[in-house]
């Protein structure tokens, strides 16, 4: 039996890691539909810590890899394998639920009950982040996931162990993780963390499990997370719990009621998403608890009454908001509610950013459903080349040199994108005009899809090379704005624009495509990633769009990839309209 931390890492990882067989039954189905996309099966994977440590493991060991860090998210992961390595990997994996056939109840109660607890935490805190801007909860909800790994395997693999950890515990009246060293010499957070480290699952969890640098938000908020679910075990309404639901109302500025709500709700919403065979956390929502002192009811309230939120925004709002807080959550910042004039309008909510000292931004919000944070500075200017001829620029002047400085990349917005879906649909008839379409797909693209740069390149007269005719972007990026793409001597876009098609410039294909850009281009396109698209009308070639992301750590995606297609498809329906 081994002894010391390293043996004990050695044993636990010598063999894949067991998954549940609802997973393998529900990638089976997944796999033998032809329309499956990557985001349906990193959904399917993503309740099962298992198959999540086995996927991640498998694109991080992938020869030639070519990230400058791990792969994070089980979608990338899957994009990284492609779709016949992921279609294999879990027929070849244990099942858990034979494994646990050979175990006492008390072993099978304990494992699922890691598995229930640690899917809770991971809920809780992808939520409270993504409340807070975080670009990329996928990494947040694996990191909080994976954070019970060593106690799942030290229950499968040395239950005796594990049992008379939770006897220690019990019988002296001492904490779990002294338990924990009295029985293995060690805690099951650092056997958890020599296990991810080993294995190069997650950067953000080992900084985690480290205790370093644990002051960021996004650990602050995965600590919280893997707190309320330990509390919520035992109960939702005791002192702990209060004190933990207040640290949470403090964290996302919220009155404590609110905060209560949004974590009840999370908790309903993490048991709806997947049982794991043992009563979930908010099963025990409705016992409520006459024993808590008033006065400490009374207190903690008053810990964060000064959180001054006074009203319950709304999820558009929300992310209205948080376009200009992201990168931001170390400033203070204010909100107030401007009472309107005029009693038949609707409120209106202005947020004060300090994004240089000395220097507050505003944003103003309005309550109006069609209100978007993309109208406030936002206008469509109309600017010549250097040959005469006219190129629509649309950008966000009134941010452009704030938000190049930090290098912030817009935050997805499924609501506005589906807005101008439905204006498109609406609106392709002869009375719109092209700079009007043009500013419509692009808001999209960039509200919608989170893109920086987005810019749309017709054809010239002579088909020699095609020049950019409207432009959305974040920055005074002079060269996306006044694009002219060679289509001689034959290149990528010379092929692209040979007919109707799309292309994903990604780690799979970059090393074979890339060397087809044309040189004088490379500096400019990105070469971690585009999007690019060719227009038809009528089946004469028009253009293309392009379409990037300059911030690595919010890389583009399948999901993505097929919405800007979407958004494509409709602006090609309108020019066939105006050509009528």
Same mark, same amino acid.
């Given at each position: 039996m081994p002894e010391t931390l390293q043996e004990w890492t050695e044993k636990l990882t010598s063999e894949a890691f067991p998954v549940l067989q609802s997973t393998i039954d529900n990638l089976n189905a997944l796999f033998a539909e032809d329309?499956?996309?990557?985001?349906?099966?990193?959904?399917?994977?993503?309740?099962?810590?298992?198959?999540?440590?086995n996927t991640l493991h498998a694109a991080n060991t992938i020869q030639g890899h070519s990230l400058h860090h791990s792969i994070q998210t089980v979608e990338h992961a899957l994009m990284k394998m492609g779709m016949d390595q992921s279609a294999s990997l879990h027929q070849q994996l244990p099942v858990l639920e034979t494994i646990l056939k050979q175990s006492s109840p008390t072993v099978r109660s304990h494992v699922m009950g890691v598995y229930e607890r640690s899917h809770h935490a991971a809920?809780?805190?992808?939520?409270?982040?993504?409340?807070?801007?975080?670009?990329?909860?996928?990494?947040?909800?694996?990191?909080?996931?994976?954070?019970?790994?060593?106690?799942?395997?030290?229950?499968?693999?040395?239950?005796? /162990?594990?049992?008379?950890?939770?006897?220690?515990?019990?019988?002296?009246?001492?904490?779990?993780?002294?338990?924990?060293?009295?029985?293995l010499g060690f805690s099951y957070v650092e056997l958890t963390h020599a296990i991810v480290s080993k294995m190069g699952f997650?950067?953000?969890?080992?900084?985690?499990?480290?205790?370093?640098?644990?002051?960021?938000?996004?650990?602050?908020?995965?600590?919280?997370?893997?707190?309320?679910?330990?509390?919520?075990?035992?109960?939702?309404?005791?002192?702990?719990?209060?004190?933990?639901?207040?640290?949470?109302?403090?964290?996302?500025?919220?009155?404590?009621?609110?905060?209560?709500?949004?974590? /009840?709700?999370?908790?309903a919403a993490a048991a709806r998403h997947h049982q794991y065979g043992v009563p979930a956390a908010a099963s025990l929502l409705p016992w409520l608890s006459n024993g808590l002192p008033p006065k400490l009811l009374h207190d903690e309230a008053e810990r964060v009454a000064h959180i001054e939120f006074p009203t319950l925004l709304s999820h558009d709002q929300l992310e209205q908001i948080q376009l200009v807080l992201r990168e931001q959550s170390e400033v203070d910042y204010e909100l107030v509610i401007r009472e309107p004039i005029d009693p038949q309008l609707v409120q209106e909510f202005m947020v004060k950013v300090p994004?240089?000292?000395?220097?507050?931004?505003?944003?103003?919000?309005?309550?109006k459903p069609t209100a978007t944070a993309a109208d406030s500075g936002n206008e469509l200017v109309v600017a010549e080349d250097e040959d005469g001829d006219d190129t629509y620029i649309i950008s966000y002047e009134k941010r452009d040199k704030q938000l190049e400085k930090e290098g912030i990349c817009p935050l997805p917005d499924e609501h506005s994108l589906e807005e101008t879906l439905q204006r498109l649909t609406k609106e392709i008839d002869q009375s719109i005009s092209m700079p009007a379409i043009m500013k419509l797909v692009m808001q999209g693209m960039h509200d919608g899809l989170?893109?920086?740069?987005?810019?749309?390149?017709?054809?010239?007269?002579?088909?020699?090379?095609?020049?950019?005719?409207?432009?959305?972007?974040?920055?005074?990026?002079?060269?996306?704005?006044?694009l /002219?793409?060679?289509?001689?001597?034959?290149?990528?876009?010379? /092929?692209?624009?040979?007919?109707?098609?799309?292309?994903?410039?990604?780690?799979?294909?970059?090393?074979?495509?890339?060397?087809?850009?044309?040189?004088?281009?490379?500096?400019?396109?990105?070469?971690?990633?585009?999007?690019?698209?060719?227009?038809?009308?009528?089946?004469?070639?028009?253009?293309?769009?392009?379409?990037?992301?300059?911030?690595?750590?919010h890389r583009l995606d399948e999901h993505t990839y097929e919405n800007f297609k979407r958004l494509c498809r409709h602006a090609t329906k309108a020019m066939v309209e105006l050509s009528q």
């Open positions: 329309n499956s996309s990557y985001r349906q099966i990193a959904s399917a994977i993503m309740s099962d810590p298992g198959m999540v440590a809920y809780q805190a992808m939520d409270l982040l993504k409340r807070m801007g975080e670009p990329e909860p996928g990494e947040v909800y694996i990191a909080t996931f994976l954070n019970g790994l060593g106690e799942i395997l030290m229950w499968l693999h040395a239950s005796q /162990h594990a049992s008379q950890i939770v006897s220690y515990c019990q019988n002296n009246e001492v904490t779990r993780e002294e338990a924990e060293r009295a029985i997650s950067p953000l969890l080992e900084q985690l499990l480290e205790r370093e640098n644990i002051d960021t938000l996004r650990c602050l908020g995965m600590l919280l997370g893997i707190r309320l679910s330990h509390l919520a075990e035992h109960g939702w309404y005791d002192a702990e719990m209060l004190k933990c639901l207040c640290d949470i109302a403090e964290f996302i500025r919220q009155p404590l009621e609110i905060a209560i709500t949004i974590v /009840h709700s999370n908790a994004f240089e000292e000395g220097v507050d931004t505003e944003l103003v919000i309005s309550d989170g893109l920086n740069r987005v810019a749309f390149t017709m054809l010239s007269p002579d088909r020699s090379q095609l020049k950019t005719r409207a432009v959305m972007s974040l920055d005074d990026d002079w060269d996306i704005r006044h /002219h793409i060679p289509l001689k001597p034959d290149n990528l876009f010379t /092929h692209l624009i040979n007919r109707p098609q799309a292309l994903w410039l990604n780690d799979e294909n970059a090393t074979k495509i890339w060397s087809h850009v044309p040189a004088e281009l490379q500096d400019t396109l990105h070469a971690d990633g585009f999007f690019v698209m060719s227009i038809y009308v009528k089946n004469r070639p028009i253009g293309l769009f392009y379409a990037d992301r300059y911030n690595h750590e």
